[in-house]
């Protein structure tokens, strides 16, 4: 098994400070597969730079989704799972996540135990993500029965990131929940940014430019979308999505 998905983020984040992956729901109220695979080409093409297949309540259509995403696209195509049932043969690799501030063995450890033979079997890169999740927090949190870090309490934060670090998590993501009102507080983004050292992804409510921009500047290194990419992606072809990913770019080189 070469990690190579992992390295390819790895090497982004060196070249380029940052990385952007789109979040696609394989919800068939949503989008169709075919549908998945055009807004995948399209996030590719505005300089997306891998594509995140999943979510807490998807079900049903993932390997077709991902069969015709893989079809289209070149960048890495990453399982974002939300149960078992999340896990599919057709991706390249597979955030293995672990919700840390989970009140539920289920989803700290057992969930894990359940689909690492799949994995396996299916032989995809596993890349290990301590995941967190942030008030609002949105379905995922409600799912995960989550107990939400506080908004104004980024000490919080930074100790579960520091504990994922040296229990030898890869990376940790800040979660606010899709769609949230409010992403991420900055001042947390920074506060874990400014002790770790392995990556730090944010998703969750991001949707202007300069919102993401902020968050680039506050020490992300990866940055996640869902929403406004599905929305806009289908009214401009990408323009917004190619705006936000140069405004994180130029964010990095700034800061
Ligand atoms: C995925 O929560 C992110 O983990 C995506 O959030 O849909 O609000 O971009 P949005």
């Known amino acids: 098994m070469t990690n190579t998905t992992w390295n390819t983020i790895l ?63 070149h960048i890495p195509v990453i399982l974002f799972p939300g149960n078992v049932s999340g896990l599919s043969r057709f991706a390249d690799a597979v955030f293995f996540m672990s919700l840390l501030n989970s009140r539920t063995t289920y989803w700290i450890v057992d969930v894990q135990t359940l689909g ?78 400014k002790y770790l050292d392995i990556p730090r992804a944010v998703g969750g409510g991001i949707t202007t430019p300069k919102e993401a921009a902020a968050v680039a500047a506050s020490g992300a290194d990866i940055i996640v979308q869902g929403t406004i990419v599905e929305r806009t992606i289908r009214e401009d072809g990408g323009k917004s999505l190619s705006n936000t990913i140069q405004a994180i770019q130029k964010a990095k080189q700034k800061s």
């Open 116 to 193: 690492a033979r799949y994995i396996k079997q299916f032989n995809l890169e596993p890349i290990s993500m301590a995941y967190l999740i942030v008030d609002p927090g949105g379905t995922a949190g409600y799912v995960g029965d989550a107990r939400l870090i506080p908004r104004h309490k980024p000490e919080i934060a930074l100790g579960y990131a520091l504990a994922a670090q040296y229990l030898g998590f890869s990376m940790v993501y800040l979660e606010a929940g899709s769609g949230a009102d409010n992403a991420v507080p900055l001042p947390m983004v920074e506060a874990v940014s």
């Open 11 to 73: 090497e982004t984040i060196k070249e380029h400070g940052i990385v952007h992956l789109t979040l696609i729901d394989p919800d068939p109220h949503k989008q169709t597969p075919k549908d998945a695979a055009q807004i995948a080409k399209l996030a590719e093409q505005a300089g997306s730079n891998g594509i995140m297949v999943g979510g807490s309540t998807a079900f049903g259509i993932i390997d077709e989704t991902l069969q015709k995403i893989k079809r289209e696209v």
